[in-house]
């Protein structure tokens, strides 16, 4: 892993029907609805980092980019189908293209899952084979980002935005002088990496936040909420970069906060946040297997 004496993550989208919040608005607080441990799986996640729902199956998609570093849990599974009340449907596998499944985002019109790699600085892009399964065999996967050539030196999150047919990017703070955001438009030819992409940035230090996990977009609004593994709030901008506000989540038990994604709640409420906890980092303690999936409210 690239960052050795701290937490590391994982993070991913889906849509929201959160309100649109303005900066003035009274402090917001997110309040747990239910808590599953990743750990007790039978292929456990001691490090679950991002996450992304799909839809069309209603399960959530966790990837683990810590797991393969700990051989007693390890069994060549680093990519989870869980049902949103935290049950285990399925562990498979992205380890023939990448081990560092940093955060995934589920392009739901293409059917394809775009994985961010911190270790390589990359984006990948998975298409089901024909099997129509994420994580298996038939997979194809083909390096849609070079990170690098963009300055971003430590992807971390990643979100999808549909109609825009944009990336975003969250990365971490130890190859840049601040975490930073960048967003990535496909041109005309609807392709990344070609010379009509449109690329910006900014930075979110100026807000307390010293690393940028994960990262969701809000349906209506196009906000951008992002989950750091240093901070117990999450952090609410514009698409540009403006604050619109911070949400608290120090009450709710979350350690280290490392990939956030929207689906409607186990409860039948249309929309809830989930979160994943990586808990304790592996490298402080390698035989650490305390990773945590929290649905949490806005209130």
């Known amino acids: ?52 729902y799909d839809p069309r199956t209603h399960r959530l998609l966790i990837g683990d980019s810590e797991v393969d570093e700990m051989p007693s849990l390890w069994k060549g599974r680093n990519f989870f189908v869980v049902r949103r009340k935290g049950n285990l449907v399925a562990g498979r596998t992205f380890k023939k293209f990448t081990t560092e499944p940093c955060d995934v985002t589920l392009a739901t019109g293409d059917h394809a899952l775009y994985i961010a790699d911190d270790d390589r600085d990359r984006v990948f892009r998975d298409g089901a084979g024909k099997d129509g399964l994420f994580g298996t065999r038939d997979d194809v996967a083909t390096t849609v980002l070079r990170t690098r050539r963009f300055g971003s030196f430590d992807p971390e999150g990643l979100a999808w935005v549909p109609r825009a047919r944009m990336l975003i990017v969250t990365d971490g703070a130890d190859a840049a002088p601040t975490a930073r955001v960048y967003t990535i438009r496909q041109g005309k030819d609807r392709r990344f990496a070609t010379s009509d992409d449109v690329v910006r940035h900014f930075g979110i230090h100026r807000y307390g936040f010293t690393d940028a996990d994960g990262v969701a977009v809000t349906r209506f609004s196009h906000h951008l909420l992002i989950v750091s593994d240093r901070q117990s709030f999450i952090l609410e901008t514009t698409m540009g970069g403006k604050l619109v506000r911070k949400i608290d989540i120090s009450a709710t038990g ?3 906060a490392s990939g956030i994604t929207f689906a409607p709640g186990t409860g039948g409420s249309a929309s809830r946040l989930y979160i994943t906890d990586r808990g304790v980092d592996n490298n402080r303690n390698p035989h650490e297997n305390d990773g945590k999936l929290f649905e949490l409210k806005i209130a």
């Open 254 to 256: 979350i350690k280290a």
């Open 1 to 52: 892993m690239k960052r050795i004496l701290r937490s590391v993550l994982f993070v991913s989208v889906v849509c929201s029907l959160l309100p649109n919040t303005q900066p003035t608005a009274a402090a917001t607080t997110g309040k747990v609805v239910r808590v599953k441990l990743t750990s007790v799986w039978f292929t456990p996640s001691p490090d679950p980092m991002g996450i992304t």
